[in-house]
């Protein structure tokens, strides 16, 4: 998918860098941290502005702390602890919201576009439940692997339209809040449907979460 091969080749990329900030001291969680902020801030302070191409430029480069921290985890001798994913999956809740949030401001405010408000809106709430499904699969026991449109497809989709709308290239914005509104649907319906596979497969062989 796309995920591994945006992340799998830019992570070894990555690890050289990662290897002098953890000889330089600096621990993983507070490179997560540190991008969560960075990206809450440049989205919330750009976007509802309408400063659309620097908001992103900003946000993109604190997205890089996404990956940095497990390069810095990998250069400390390990993978991460289950408190670093923890802290992870939910700062890039938190950054996704908050991205989704600042267009929000801006359609229902200077973009005076309350149509495309209510897709921004839609599109955050469905992200979420997007991320929730694997979540809650996970937490019962199950896999839930499966979707056209996952988190870093969501984020790659929404800054690329913004930054280019920010550009002044026309409607490519209102595309890709439309785009992500369908995909995220299909692909919540699509782990709806294979964890309800997988649960009555368990079922039919007498297992219980």
Request: proline share 3%.
């Amino acid at each position: 998918m796309l995920t591994v091969h945006v992340r799998t080749p830019l992570s070894r990329l990555l690890l050289p860098v990662g290897r002098a900030l953890a000889r330089a001291g600096l621990r993983p969680d507070t490179l997560t941290v540190i991008g969560a902020i960075g990206v809450v801030a440049a989205a919330l302070a750009f976007y509802p502005r309408g400063r659309f191409f620097v908001g992103t430029l900003v946000i993109t480069a604190f997205v890089l702390a996404d990956l940095l921290d497990g390069a810095v985890a990998r250069a400390h001798g390990g993978t991460g602890s289950l408190w670093g994913a923890f802290l992870d999956s939910t700062m890039d809740r938190i950054g996704d919201a908050a991205i989704f949030a600042g267009l929000v401001l801006w359609f229902a405010g200077q973009g005076d576009d309350l149509v495309l408000a209510a897709v921004a809106l839609f599109d955050l709430v469905a992200g979420v439940v997007v991320s929730y499904t694997k979540a809650r699969a996970e937490g019962l026991g199950l896999s839930c692997n499966v979707g056209l449109m996952e988190r870093t497809e969501r984020l790659i989709v929404i800054l690329v339209a913004t930054g280019l709308d920010g550009l002044g290239v026309p409607y490519v914005l209102p595309a890709a809040l439309w785009l992500l509104a369908v995909t995220t649907v299909v692909t919540v319906g699509q782990r709806l449907v294979e964890v309800h596979r997988q649960a009555a497969a368990a079922a039919a062989a007498g297992r219980t979460p």
